[in-house]
T-cell receptor, first 112, second 115 residues
């Protein structure tokens, strides 16, 4: 069975400081990895996925198969980045959002 | 519509009561998913529909949970004889084509509290 671990429940950083939200996973096959974000009083939404190799809102994430990690990074935090972030895994590569396994989430708080 | 719509937004049920949670997906979306999110946890997969067919119900926690999507659009998640451990936010998501490589859009969720 797959598992996603986000070791930090809460992460506080100052505006302009770098951000790294950690995500580790366990799965024996070739999964697809995602980061989802939930802003205050808004619905859960996709931030980025590893197969797209995009940078969204200044965030990037690289899949490290050797370390089974998919950490989310941003060089300069903005106040509007304050939100709940969830790392998620789909066991079927290329299967989009099918049968996602989510981590428990990290609440990012950016201090002005 | 503008997005995935779920109703009711909040539901308080007495233990033992049956509840029905509704999901209106984005028009034309083939795939529909239900997730359960307990307090302080990430969402957990419950079940998946492709059109009206329920292709995966491996995440349903017990036979008290039942989901349907009879016409391939609106879906209902029913919980019979609710128990306190059923208290959670129930999320519905839909996506435009079959499983492959597409984004799922989530609803606001229904917060169920069993007292």
């Amino acid at each position: 069975a797959q598992r996603v671990t986000q070791p930090e429940k809460l992460l506080s950083v100052f505006k302009g400081a770098p951000v790294e939200l950690k995500c580790n996973y366990s799965y024996s096959g070739s999964p697809e990895l995602f980061w989802y974000v939930q802003y205050s009083r808004q619905r859960l939404q996709l931030l980025l996925r590893h197969i797209s190799r995009e940078s969204i809102k200044g965030f990037t994430a690289d899949l490290n198969k050797g370390e089974t990690s998919f950490h989310l990074k941003k060089p300069f935090a903005q106040e509007e980045d304050s939100a709940m972030y969830y790392c998620a895994l789909s066991p079927y590569s290329g299967a989009g959002s099918y049968q996602l396994t989510f981590g428990k989430g990290t609440k990012l708080s950016v201090i002005p | 519509g503008a997005g995935v719509s779920q109703s009711p937004r909040y539901k308080v049920a007495k233990r033992g009561q049956d509840v029905a949670l509704r999901c209106d997906p984005i028009s034309g979306h083939v795939s529909l998913f239900w997730y359960q999110q307990a307090l302080g946890q990430g969402p957990e997969f419950l079940t998946y529909f492709q059109n009206e067919a329920q292709l995966d119900k491996s995440g349903l926690p017990s036979d008290r949970f039942f989901a349907e999507r009879p016409e391939g659009s609106v879906s209902t998640l029913k919980i019979q004889r609710t128990q306190q451990e059923d208290s959670a936010v129930y999320l519905c998501a839909s996506s435009s084509i079959g499983r492959t490589n597409t984004e799922a859009f989530f609803g606001q969720g229904t917060r169920l509290t069993v007292v």
